[in-house]
């Protein structure tokens, strides 16, 4: 990895404005931050934690695919689901990827849009675990139709069997919410690392390497006109990406909240599951910025005024959370209908209450801490929240899905649900997918906005006297 510049001279110094609060931390110009960052890729000597982190992730992803052959072979049968759960891991996973992949198009459009500098340094990884979160989520609808060969029915195709979708199922909505967010996230990280391919274009050595950050970079070359067309459709990106940000999830929701099932006829979902998405999103970027800093020795460019705003966003979200946690259980009881307060109360003392309990520790609880300036600027600690709440996060779709399938109207159709080893293996797999993805990502190509990180620079720098 190339290696900092070394510190300028005190006259140097004396020169320079010292924002407030800064960004960015130590002395930086623009080479230093060019070298630090494209060294991370450029260099012919891989980590040996790089490899680790890889493998682990790739040994999961074969236990994937282990279980998906398995799956095509014999069937859904093989999953825990029943006649009462129809829905088990599948969906409980679907939407609690697509909840992780919200952060990053909240990080770089809607922060973009309210011209938020501390989103540089984190919003080009943000919007590749995005991509990344998504085709993990995409394939579990597959998955759970049972023919997944069969699964471009669901798109209107012209066709001479007359087989259309039913535009009136919410499950058709989720097709095309979901596929217009993953193409959108996808143009919006691929023309904000335009300007980067060039830079890494210009920076290898190898003819290999120069061709192929050359044919990304597509021809750049860092003029005026460049750059008035590259803003021009990244801001326009922005706007378009916003409103998927609220949305896809809103889509996602109505997978449940469309029904007349107790527990999921609520009109509060559209809200609480974006906010949820949001939480989980920014938990799960916590997750993963921290030890990657800490292994690339990021500290001065991802600071813990990134990791500080962060935890804020996610206590504000969480807080929204705990709201629809209470107005869910509040209008069960104010509407006075006995099957919605049979649910709620079969959630919090059936048998599923102790991963009813568990999810509003992990959600509510463990993250009122963040109220504390100390426990927002401790690393460490922070990490373990965030990692607390991915786990509540799962364990909350759980409830959802589970708890008001799996004692319906009829006492006689009452039956309990419980994953099988399959389906752990296709969970598991999955994280394993999104592992090796994201460390391909960071071994390939800058996991930080370059240019974004030297303009920020340029704006806090005073003209020299």
């Given at each position: 990895m190339a290696t900092v510049e070394q510190p300028k001279s005190n006259a140097a110094k004396a020169t320079e404005y010292e924002h407030p609060a800064p960004v960015l931390r130590g002395e930086h110009d623009y080479g230093s931050v060019t070298d630090k960052i494209s060294g991370i890729v450029l260099t012919r000597h891989t980590p040996r934690s790089w490899f680790l982190a890889f493998g682990v992730g790739f040994l999961l992803l074969m236990m994937f695919l282990t279980a998906v052959t398995y799956l095509l072979f014999v069937g859904t049968g093989i999953w825990g689901i029943n006649v009462p759960v129809a829905w088990g891991f599948a969906i409980i996973n679907f939407v609690w990827w697509i909840g992780i992949g919200h952060a990053g198009t909240?990080?770089?459009a809607i922060l973009l849009l309210m011209r938020q500098e501390w989103r540089t340094s984190i919003n080009r990884f943000a919007e590749a675990m995005t991509l990344f979160a998504v085709a993990c989520a995409g394939l579990f609808p597959v998955l759970h139709m049972g023919r997944p060969w069969l699964a471009y029915w669901m798109l209107p195709y012209p066709n001479t069997m007359n087989l259309w979708p039913q535009f009136r199922s919410p499950l058709i909505w989720d097709v095309f919410a979901v596929s217009t967010y993953g193409t959108v996230s996808f143009m919006f990280w691929f023309v904000g690392l335009i300007p980067d391919f060039a830079t890494m274009r210009d920076k290898a050595q190898h003819p290999a390497l120069r061709m192929f950050y050359g044919l990304l970079a597509m021809g750049w070359r860092g003029s005026a006109v460049h750059w008035h067309r590259y803003e021009t459709a990244y801001l326009l990106l922005a706007g378009l990406a916003t409103p998927l940000v609220v949305s896809v999830h809103t889509v996602v929701s109505f997978d449940f909240a469309v029904s007349v099932i107790p527990g999921w006829h609520t009109t509060v979902f559209p809200p609480y599951f974006v906010a949820g998405a949001i939480y989980s999103g920014f938990a799960m970027v916590l997750t993963l910025v921290i030890p990657?800093?800490?292994i690339y020795g990021l500290e001065d460019i991802i600071t813990v005024?990134?990791?500080?705003?962060m935890a804020k966003v996610m206590l504000a979200t969480g807080l929204i959370v705990a709201y629809g946690y209470l107005m869910e259980i509040f209008m069960s009881w104010y509407g006075a209908n006995s099957y919605e307060q049979f649910v709620t109360r079969n959630r919090m003392l059936g048998p599923y209450a102790p991963v009813f309990w568990s999810l509003i520790l992990c959600n509510i609880l463990v993250p009122q801490l963040l109220w504390s300036r100390r426990v927002r600027d401790n690393v460490a600690v922070l990490f373990v929240i965030a990692v607390v709440v991915n786990?509540?996060?799962w364990l909350e779709r759980y409830v959802i899905v589970v708890t008001s399938l799996h004692r319906d109207y009829l006492p006689s159709s009452w039956g309990m649900y419980g994953g099988t080893i399959w389906d752990y293996m296709t969970f598991a797999g999955?994280?394993?997918?999104?592992?090796?993805?994201l460390y391909l990502f960071i071994r390939v190509l800058p996991m930080?906005?370059?240019f974004e990180v030297r303009h920020l620079i340029s704006t806090h720098k005073k003209p020299a006297e």
């Amino acid at each position: 990895m190339a290696t900092v510049e070394q510190p300028k001279s005190n006259a140097a110094k004396a020169t320079e404005y010292e924002h407030p609060a800064p960004v960015l931390r130590g002395e930086h110009d623009y080479g230093s931050v060019t070298d630090k960052i494209s060294g991370i890729v450029l260099t012919r000597h891989t980590p040996r934690s790089w490899f680790l982190a890889f493998g682990v992730g790739f040994l999961l992803l074969m236990m994937f695919l282990t279980a998906v052959t398995y799956l095509l072979f014999v069937g859904t049968g093989i999953w825990g689901i029943n006649v009462p759960v129809a829905w088990g891991f599948a969906i409980i996973n679907f939407v609690w990827w697509i909840g992780i992949g919200h952060a990053g198009t909240l990080i770089s459009a809607i922060l973009l849009l309210m011209r938020q500098e501390w989103r540089t340094s984190i919003n080009r990884f943000a919007e590749a675990m995005t991509l990344f979160a998504v085709a993990c989520a995409g394939l579990f609808p597959v998955l759970h139709m049972g023919r997944p060969w069969l699964a471009y029915w669901m798109l209107p195709y012209p066709n001479t069997m007359n087989l259309w979708p039913q535009f009136r199922s919410p499950l058709i909505w989720d097709v095309f919410a979901v596929s217009t967010y993953g193409t959108v996230s996808f143009m919006f990280w691929f023309v904000g690392l335009i300007p980067d391919f060039a830079t890494m274009r210009d920076k290898a050595q190898h003819p290999a390497l120069r061709m192929f950050y050359g044919l990304l970079a597509m021809g750049w070359r860092g003029s005026a006109v460049h750059w008035h067309r590259y803003e021009t459709a990244y801001l326009l990106l922005a706007g378009l990406a916003t409103p998927l940000v609220v949305s896809v999830h809103t889509v996602v929701s109505f997978d449940f909240a469309v029904s007349v099932i107790p527990g999921w006829h609520t009109t509060v979902f559209p809200p609480y599951f974006v906010a949820g998405a949001i939480y989980s999103g920014f938990a799960m970027v916590l997750t993963l910025v921290i030890p990657i800093r800490a292994i690339y020795g990021l500290e001065d460019i991802i600071t813990v005024r990134h990791l500080r705003n962060m935890a804020k966003v996610m206590l504000a979200t969480g807080l929204i959370v705990a709201y629809g946690y209470l107005m869910e259980i509040f209008m069960s009881w104010y509407g006075a209908n006995s099957y919605e307060q049979f649910v709620t109360r079969n959630r919090m003392l059936g048998p599923y209450a102790p991963v009813f309990w568990s999810l509003i520790l992990c959600n509510i609880l463990v993250p009122q801490l963040l109220w504390s300036r100390r426990v927002r600027d401790n690393v460490a600690v922070l990490f373990v929240i965030a990692v607390v709440v991915n786990i509540g996060m799962w364990l909350e779709r759980y409830v959802i899905v589970v708890t008001s399938l799996h004692r319906d109207y009829l006492p006689s159709s009452w039956g309990m649900y419980g994953g099988t080893i399959w389906d752990y293996m296709t969970f598991a797999g999955t994280i394993g997918l999104f592992l090796s993805l994201l460390y391909l990502f960071i071994r390939v190509l800058p996991m930080i906005s370059i240019f974004e990180v030297r303009h920020l620079i340029s704006t806090h720098k005073k003209p020299a006297e």
